[in-house]
């Protein structure tokens, strides 16, 4: 990705020791910046309009909308952004429709990092 500028990140997660953790993945894999962070579903929405991020780093559970419409609304507003859905649950456990939401993949947040970010952005 050399002199490509860095990709935009949004993490979204309602719990700040993630949003600290995801950011520090970010920050650990080249090519790649955080230039925003939401708590809810809604402020994701808002969010990925107007910051117009590349990459959106979206938890499942959230206050308001769930990660998984929040997704849905991303993607359909803004095709070219690519979401990767991540919590806790094990890939058998998701909740309906996190197969069909849009989203590039699904991560356990235990096995997020650098390699993963670069994986699902190579594969967009």
Known sequence: MTGAPPVAVLIVDDQAPFRRA?????????????????????DAVRMAKELEPGLVLMDINLPGINGIEATRQITTERAETVVMLLSTYREEELPPGAEHCGAARYVNKEAFAPDIVEEVWAKH
């Open 22 to 42: 995801a950011r520090a993945v970010i920050m650990a894999t080249p090519g790649f910046e955080v230039v925003g962070e939401a708590e809810t579903g809604e």
